[in-house]
């Protein structure tokens, strides 16, 4: 299996900009999760999907930001309009009921804002 | 709400050596999870071990193991013959035994010194 894919691996774009940020869980996985690591705060969770339905979007910063999952094979994170503070590696992982709880993670998508 | 305290932000070791990185939580839920994840400079997250809060008996997996004092709200990594591979952030994760969703610790950096 070739594990969590996520797209682009680094993003580079301007203050007011659209951007969208990709993930592919891995096959049989209904458990989706978007984390954003940033050295202030540490690594946060975002939001995150079971069977492709957003079950706690607690984590989601303000309404600029927004997830969608209209498959089980593929994820979206996107923020409108970006703003520099929104710079930080963003992890998209996915796991499956009874393997321990274990989260497999993605290789992250470091975003920056100029 | 469940925290999860880091105290070390960074420590190092001599290869070969042993060290042992520190992390306390707090949670009144009797039934959890707790983890620790590994992220080298490929940023790439990587399970180390896992415990659950109910085995009396510390996990251990190959040089790893934890020590976990459940009344102390204690889950400390011990790394036994440090290897130069071992440099990378740890973090230490809570879980409970409802959700999916990781609350981490703010991390430590291990260096492994030839």
């Known amino acids: 299996d070739a594990g969590v894919i996520q797209s682009p691996r680094h993003e580079v774009t301007e203050m007011g900009q659209e951007v969208t940020l990709r993930c592919k869980p891995i096959s049989g996985h209904d458990y989706l999760f978007w984390y954003r690591q940033t050295m202030m705060r540490g690594l946060e969770l975002l939001i995150y999907?079971?069977?492709?339905?957003?079950?706690?979007d607690s984590g989601m910063p303000e309404d600029r930001f927004s997830a969608k999952m209209p498959n089980a094979s593929f994820s979206t994170l996107k923020i409108q309009p970006s703003e520099p503070r929104d710079s930080a590696v963003y992890f998209c992982?996915?796991?499956?009921?009874?393997?321990?709880?274990?989260?497999?993670f993605g290789p992250g998508t470091r975003l920056t804002v100029l | 709400a469940q925290t999860v305290t880091q105290s070390q932000p960074e420590m190092s070791v001599q290869e070969a050596e042993t060290v042992t990185l520190s992390c306390t939580y707090d949670?009144?839920?009797?039934?959890?999870?707790l983890f620790w994840y590994k992220q080298p400079p490929s940023r790439q997250m990587i399970l180390v071990i896992r415990q659950e809060a109910y085995k009396q008996q510390n996990a251990t997996e190959n040089r790893f193991s934890v020590n976990f004092q459940k009344a102390a709200k204690s889950f400390s990594l011990k790394i036994s013959d440090s290897q130069l591979g071992d440099t990378a952030m740890y973090f230490c994760a809570f879980m409970n035994g409802q959700g999916f969703s990781f609350i981490f610790g703010k991390g430590t950096r291990l260096l492994v010194k030839p």
């Open positions: 949670t009144s839920e009797s039934n959890y999870y």
């Open positions: 992982a996915s796991s499956i009921p009874g393997h321990n709880n274990e989260q497999f």
């Open positions: 999907f079971n069977n492709n339905v957003p079950i706690d």
